[in-house]
């Protein structure tokens, strides 16, 4: 009922910045319930938070990883929402993943959303 495509994903190197962008549709997708937020998954390693905005757009949080070098925004006409990514590192290099879900505080708490994306690959080079 809610359908995530992810796009913007690439190679850059160390230092670099990327833009990573999910467009989000469905019968059932109201982009003023549901928060969105951004995974990822390095290779061998289980998927992790790394940022959520709630549906208003107003409130914001990160993983300690990527504070301060990313930032989550949303557009709730569009429907869309983005990671600018900057300061990129080798271990950055993940598949990222988008994901919506209307239970924000819980996802926050580690609760896996109901949505997700098919994942779009970033690969930082040092």
């Known amino acids: 009922q809610v359908h995530l495509v992810e796009s913007g994903g690439g190679l850059v190197q160390t230092g670099g910045s990327l833009r990573l962008s999910c467009a989000a549709s469905?019968?059932?997708?109201?982009?003023?319930?549901?928060?969105m937020a951004w995974y990822r998954q390095a290779p061998g390693k289980d998927r992790e938070f790394v940022a959520l905005?709630?549906?208003?757009?107003?409130?914001?949080y990160y993983a300690e990883l990527v504070e301060g070098r990313f930032m989550i925004s949303r557009d709730n006409v569009k429907n869309t929402v983005d990671l600018q990514m900057n300061s990129l590192r080798p271990d950055d290099t993940a598949i990222y993943y988008c994901?919506?879900?209307?239970?924000?505080?819980?996802?926050?708490?580690?609760?896996?959303?109901?949505?997700w994306g098919q994942g779009t690959q970033v690969t930082v080079s040092s």
């Open positions: 994901a919506a879900d209307v239970y924000d505080e819980l996802v926050l708490k580690g609760r896996r959303p109901d949505y």
């Open positions: 905005i709630k549906a208003s757009g107003t409130n914001t």
């Open positions: 469905g019968r059932t997708f109201n982009s003023k319930a549901y928060a």
